[in-house]
């Protein structure tokens, strides 16, 4: 089976965590320290806080530009649910911005409209969809316009850049995950960078239940979360760092090679808004319309041939949640709706060779003809 992704783990990440392990001190210690001033170096910043998942970094992050009960945050149609959730776990209210077809990212005009229409919309979180960036620049002038904050879900996106910023350093805090679907792993894992330093403080006390980092004494000087990484994780984090540049430029090769296989065929392949823009967390194209709604089968045909194939993400206002609450209809945000239903996720991974992509394409050819 050529599988859809696959963490690249090898003796580094193995070795690092095993002397974790043996060390005996398991959580806050000096890998947690040593992974936050890589990332921070990374992404030119001293700012970053690691933190459990992704999850609790877009959680923090709303929780630190006091996003409250009642209030609106502006988000992308389209993502992996975490990105709406924290915004309910908040108390607060999405308001769904509908996105591209282009760069699957939140549509830079009709989050101008969002804000307009919502004088209550406390944050904006725009989502580097699949790892490729979202018109970024062109949101932040928006938001800037408004003065409203952005939090930057770049949880698939480390290590892409547009106009020479980095992905996560346009917003007001950005965060990160290093779940095993993402190209970087610590197996679970995530971090939120930000340059304003009350903001890291307390992302730094939220995580840690509260507890005040530069106290003398213990001092806990508001409700927290345990939202820590432990050392085990960040010790296998290190490692995967140093080796990013390497992932990165392996599945620009792959993405490449798809594009030039696949270009005979009716799929659309993904669009970057330039090379350095795009680490290809997921190589997700999308079906002609008339094919896609026998996706589950295509998806099912590609299995049998040996081939793991998914669909792209989710189109948030219709989960059940969503849809039952705001009582959200079909046909509330067109192109999410159409690129959700198009969408097909095919193999991408460090390890995926030339030869495996070959075989992918080959396969989906071969299902499109007889589907
Ligand atoms: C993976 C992902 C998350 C959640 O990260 P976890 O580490 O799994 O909690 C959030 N947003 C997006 C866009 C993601 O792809």
């Known amino acids: 089976m050529i599988k859809l992704g696959s963490p690249d783990i090898d003796d580094a990440e193995v070795a690092a965590a ?5 060390s005996g001190q398991l959580v806050q210690g000096p ?6 001033r890589l990332l921070g170096e990374r992404l030119g910043s001293p700012g970053v806080a690691a933190v459990s998942n992704g999850t609790a970094a877009l959680h923090i992050a709303l929780l630190l530009l006091d996003v409250k009960p009642g209030q609106q945050v502006a988000v992308t149609t389209f993502s992996w649910p975490a990105t709406a959730n924290v915004i309910e776990l908040c108390g607060a209210t999405p308001v769904f911005v509908d996105i591209e077809d282009t760069t699957f990212g939140m549509d830079p005009e009709r989050l101008e409209e969002a804000l307009r229409l919502n004088a209550g919309i406390r944050a904006v979180m725009p989502v580097h969809a699949f790892g490729g960036m979202a018109q970024i620049e062109a949101i932040k002038s928006i938001t800037d ?8 879900d770049a949880a698939c996106a480390l290590g892409a850049v547009l106009h020479g910023r980095a992905a996560g ?9 290093f779940h095993p679907r993402k190209a970087a792993t610590t197996g679970e ?14 992302a730094r006390v939220l995580r840690n239940h509260g507890l005040d980092p530069a106290a003398a004494e213990p001092d806990f000087v508001e409700p927290g979360f345990n939202y820590r990484l432990s050392e085990m994780q960040a010790a296998v984090g290190v490692a995967q760092l140093r080796k990013l540049d390497r992932f990165i430029s392996a599945r620009r090769d792959l993405a490449a090679h798809y594009d030039r296989l696949l270009a005979p065929l009716s799929v659309e392949t993904p669009r970057s808004l330039s090379v350095e823009a795009h680490v290809y967390q997921s190589y997700v194209v999308l ?9 589950k089968a295509i998806i099912a045909a590609m299995r049998e041939r040996g081939v793991e194939t998914t669909i792209g993400t989710y189109h948030m206002p219709l989960l059940t949640y969503f849809r039952k609450t705001y009582h959200f209809k079909a046909g509330g945000h067109p192109v999410s709706e159409s690129v959700a239903a198009r969408a097909l996720a095919l193999p991408m991974h460090n ?21």
Do not use: K, M, N, Y
Not at 31 to 36: G, K, L, N, S, W
């Open 351 to 371: 390890r995926l060779s030339a030869a495996d992509v070959q075989r992918v394409v080959e396969s989906l050819a071969d299902v499109l003809r007889s589907s």
């Open 31 to 36: 890998r947690v320290a040593e992974f936050e």
């Open 189 to 202: 894992g995530g971090a939120i960078v930000t340059d304003d330093p009350a903001l890291l403080r307390r």
């Open 18 to 22: 095993a002397e974790a392990l043996r």
């Open 287 to 295: 079906l002609p319309s008339e094919v896609a709604p026998r996706r």
């Open 145 to 152: 316009r408004h003065v409203v904050p952005i939090v930057e």
């Open 169 to 177: 350093r346009w917003g007001t805090v950005g965060c990160f995950s």
